[in-house]
């Protein structure tokens, strides 16, 4: 079956630490995004990328940083410039138009 | 910049009532799309439903449909019909067309189904 999958599931970040969020999908999408949700608030964005090899800067990107070498796959890496990384990580995708996104399962991820 | 609010943080039904989640956005844009994300305990989002801005019907799937106000910038679901499995958080999201399809989310409102 298609969809997205994230990996892993839940990941420990020391401090001053870089880690990388892997999201990979079988959707055939041209469109790619990361979004960060913290307790009690919305979906911020992070990243988005329309085609391979070329992305975006959302809302809260600054201490994140993305790559999109290949259409399947999107991975997200949380530096060491990111002072408050805990949180739950969503990788979405998206056919071009009016549709809405398929997501992953998510990545929450803690500092240790 | 887009806006989505949704004021209600908690409500909650009566299995098999109705219930009304509330939503307003704000947007110069003419054309653009609206939707209901739900999100269970298994924190795996799930698309409810959309709405394009150009037409003047409410869409509808099965017990969920929105009652869409384009000139107030309102867009709330109506969930008949209330089940268990419908307890979940739900967030209303806005994209415009075209371009990277980047949406914007609200805060989400916690739904309680008491049996």
């Known amino acids: 079956d298609g969809g997205i999958t994230q990996s892993p599931k839940y990941l420990f970040r020391k401090e001053g630490q870089n880690v990388t969020l892997s999201c990979e999908q079988n959707l055939n999408h041209d469109a790619m995004y990361w979004y960060r949700q913290d307790p009690g608030q919305g979906l911020r964005l992070i990243y988005y990328?329309?085609?391979?090899?070329?992305?975006q800067k959302g809302d809260i990107a600054e201490g994140y940083s993305v790559s999109r070498e290949k259409k399947e796959s999107f991975p997200l890496t949380v530096t060491s410039a990111q002072k408050n990384p805990t949180a739950f990580y969503l990788c979405?995708?998206?056919?071009?138009?009016?549709?809405?996104?398929?997501f992953g399962s998510g990545t929450r991820l803690t500092v240790v | 910049a887009q806006t989505v609010t949704q004021s209600q943080p908690e409500m909650s039904v009566q299995e098999a009532e109705t219930v009304t989640l509330s939503c307003t956005y704000d947007t110069s844009e003419s054309d653009y799309y609206l939707f209901w994300y739900k999100q269970p305990p298994s924190r795996q989002m799930i698309l409810v439903i959309r709405q394009e801005a150009y037409k003047q019907q409410n869409a509808t799937e099965n017990r969920f449909s929105v009652n869409f106000q384009k000139a107030a910038k309102s867009f709330s679901l109506k969930i008949s019909d209330s089940q268990l499995g419908d307890a979940a958080m739900y967030f209303c999201?806005?994209?415009?067309?075209?371009?990277?399809?980047?949406?914007?989310f609200g805060d989400g409102t916690t739904l309680t189904v008491k049996p």
């Open positions: 990328s329309q085609i391979v090899n070329d992305f």
């Open positions: 999201a806005y994209r415009i067309p075209g371009g990277a399809g980047k949406s914007t």
């Open positions: 979405a995708s998206s056919q071009s138009g009016n549709y809405g996104y398929t």
